[in-house]
């Protein structure tokens, strides 16, 4: 189109460079006018705004880098965080990480070095609003408030990033903090949430720092994908249980249990079991049955 416009812009430009007694004034006027509609059409695509240009260059916009004190990725990063489902029906066909979905956590088939459409929400879920932003306010280090507070129910967003790469800060996708060797791996279900508040620092990168403390599972926003990332969910077998995508219809079956993460004996993580049971919508069980319930 920018191709289009210029050549445009040269042909008319040409044209008026060109007047001589064979023009008439109307002529010249008719040119003059068009002239100025090409230049007035060039200003307002060179002003368009950032998600515009953005989708012109890449419809499956992989993110890789780190994004913190660089504003122009932090522009194209909020601009490529789509409605879910979006990237889907545009045809990019890497693997979809839904939200509100548990993952049974480390090993094979979780997280891996390649692209993912990653999903997460923001907002609160009507059923648990008033408890979750009650624990929030009795937190008292709250700074970042929610993003998503000013809609009715949660609003699910999608973006695609590589596992394991710096687009969260860095190791994008890995369990627990920072990216040392020691402690937790990679899963799916901390690459939800490790994306989720990367886009809440970035929309809020002009009022706080891109490290500010969110509170984990205090947070209204991704407190959810924080629950999410320290629950599992297994079959009970005689000599060693399954892991298992936590699903409310297979937990009909009697040996089917939930469990909280040990790593919740290490750090205050907040009040995750305000996202337990199915009714809050965050795809964790009922509180009945969950062996370590809070």
């Known amino acids: 189109m920018k191709i289009a416009i210029v050549a445009l812009f040269i042909l008319a430009s040409s044209a008026v460079a060109t007047k001589d007694a064979s023009f008439d004034r109307e002529v010249y006027k008719e040119l003059d006018n068009e002239l100025d509609e090409l230049q007035t059409l060039m200003k307002e695509y060179e002003n368009s705004s950032e998600e515009s240009n953005f989708s012109k260059i890449d419809h499956c916009p992989v993110f890789t880098q780190n994004p913190d004190k660089n504003e122009d990725l932090a522009k194209r990063m909020i601009a490529a965080t789509k409605p879910c489902g979006y990237y889907r029906n545009i045809g990019c066909t890497y693997e979809v990480i839904p939200a509100n979905v548990v993952y049974p956590g480390e090993g094979p088939g979780e997280l891996q070095y390649r692209p993912y459409i990653v999903q997460f929400d923001i907002g609160i ?170």
């Open 125 to 294: 879920n009507q059923n648990i609003k008033n408890q979750v932003l009650s624990s929030y306010d009795s937190w008292g280090k709250g700074k970042r408030g929610c993003i998503g507070c000013g809609q009715t129910g949660e609003q699910c967003l999608e973006i695609i990033v590589k596992g394991g790469s710096d687009a969260t800060g860095g190791c994008a996708g890995k369990c627990g903090p920072g990216c040392s060797i020691f402690g937790a791996g990679y899963a799916k279900d901390c690459m939800k949430h490790d994306v989720c508040a990367t886009y809440k620092a970035l929309k809020q990168r002009n009022s706080f720092s891109f490290g500010e403390d969110d509170g984990y599972c205090y947070d209204p926003d991704c407190g959810d994908e924080a629950a999410q990332a320290i629950h599992n969910c297994f079959i009970a077998n005689w000599w060693k249980d399954t892991p298992m995508i936590c699903n409310r219809e297979l937990f009909n079956k009697k040996n089917a249990y939930a469990w909280w993460s040990h790593a919740t004996k290490g750090f205050t993580e907040g009040d995750c079991g305000n996202f337990q049971n199915w009714n809050s919508g965050q795809g964790i069980p009922d509180k009945g049955k969950i062996r370590n319930p809070y």
